[in-house]
C-alpha cells in the first residue's frame, strides 16, 4: 500500500472571472443611467471593498460617467471602458454625469470571511467551514504552488445551513497537494 503524503493549505482567493466581458454596461435613457445587469434607472451598485470591476461606457456625450471614488478616473467618459477597484475603506462612494449631475449611490461591503473548521483526508475531502451568505466556496487543488495553474476539484456534495458550509469533493492524485478554496459571488 502506497503511504501519500498530504500537505494542505487554504488560501481564499477573490478572482475575477475572465475578462472577455465587462462586469456592467452603462447606457442612457432620458436622464438617467441604465446600469446592466441592474433594473430601473440609476440603480444602487453594491461592490466587494478590494475587486476590480470593468464599466462598458456607451451613454452619449451629453452624459459623460464618472465614478467619484479614489482610484477612479478623475473626468468622466461617454464611450469606453472603466476599470475600477475598489478602496478597501468602510465608506460609500457615487456615480454621476459630469454635465447634468444625475446619478447614483455605491454601497461597498467586506469580501466574504470564512473560518476553516475541520478537514477529513480519506478516501475523499470532506471541509468544514463557516461562510457568508451570497458566495460560493470553490475548492482547487495545485502540485506546484510555482504555476498559476489551479485545478477544479470534484464536488460531490455541498451543504450550508446554519452559517456552516461542508463540501464533499474527490481527493486528487498526488503526493505533495496544496488546496485552497476560491470566493465566488454567486
Not at 502506497?2 to 472571472?17: D, E, N, P, S, Y
Not at 462598458?56 to 471614488?69: D, E
Not at 460609500?92 to 449611490?105: A, D, L, R, V
Not at 469580501?111 to 467551514?129: E, G, H, Q, Y
Amino acid at each position: 500500500m502506497v503511504t501519500v503524503r498530504w500537505l494542505m493549505r487554504f488560501w481564499m482567493a477573490f478572482l475575477i472571472q475572465g475578462a472577455a466581458a465587462a462586469d456592467f454596461s452603462v447606457t442612457t435613457s432620458g436622464f438617467s443611467y441604465i446600469i446592466s445587469p441592474l433594473s430601473g434607472a440609476n440603480p444602487t451598485l453594491t461592490l466587494v471593498r478590494g475587486e476590480t470591476y470593468t464599466f462598458a461606457i456607451n451613454t452619449g456625450s451629453l452624459h459623460p460617467f464618472q465614478i467619484l471614488s479614489p482610484g477612479a478616473p478623475t473626468t468622466g467618459i461617454s464611450s469606453g471602458t472603466i476599470t475600477y477597484k475598489v478602496p478597501t475603506n468602510n465608506m460609500n462612494y457615487s456615480y454621476h454625469c459630469t454635465i447634468h449631475g444625475f446619478g447614483g449611490t455605491i454601497i461597498t461591503v467586506p469580501p466574504p470571511v470564512f473560518r476553516i473548521l475541520r478537514l477529513d483526508v480519506k478516501t475523499n475531502l470532506v471541509l468544514k467551514s463557516t461562510w457568508t451568505n451570497n458566495w460560493s466556496a470553490i475548492p482547487q487543488y495545485s502540485t506546484n504552488l510555482g504555476s498559476t495553474n489551479w485545478l477544479p476539484l470534484t464536488v460531490t456534495s455541498n451543504r450550508f445551513a446554519n452559517g456552516t458550509n461542508e463540501i464533499f469533493c474527490g481527493k486528487p492524485a498526488g503526493s505533495n497537494v496544496f488546496v485552497r478554496l476560491r470566493a465566488q459571488r454567486d
